[in-house]
Nanobody
């Protein structure tokens, strides 16, 4: 079991930046499992939750097309924390952002942090 707490959200003007943090109660990558992935998802009002970015324990990253070149996901296992650096924010990035950890078949979610981008 791992607890995840997101922070760093807020209100920002279009073109601005935010860095989200996901603090875990233990290491974000668990060597006991072959599959170790940390992800950020987001959900806007009235829309389905969508995948924003992932990072594996090997350091490989993937991004949704809508955020490529603007967002950067990273993880610091020593600090039990994952990050999402968001630059050049757009109003359409407005959503609640959730951290997700997947160890094998186990999946854990945080409560989310709200990001609002004004035009």
């Amino acid at each position: 079991q791992v607890q995840l707490v997101e922070s760093g959200g807020g209100l920002v003007q279009a073109g601005g930046s935010l860095r989200l943090s996901c603090a875990a109660s233990q290491s974000i990558f668990n060597v006991k499992f072959n599959v170790n992935v940390v992800a950020w998802y987001r959900q806007a009002p009235g829309k389905q939750r969508e995948l924003v970015a992932t990072i594996s324990s090997g350091g490989g990253t993937n991004y949704a097309d809508s955020v490529k070149g603007r967002f950067t996901i990273s993880g610091d296992n020593a600090k039990n924390t994952a990050y999402l650096q968001m630059n050049s924010l757009k109003p359409e990035d407005t959503a609640r952002y959730f951290c997700n950890v997947r160890w094998g078949s186990l999946t854990y979610w945080g409560q989310g942090t709200q990001v609002t981008v004004s035009s």
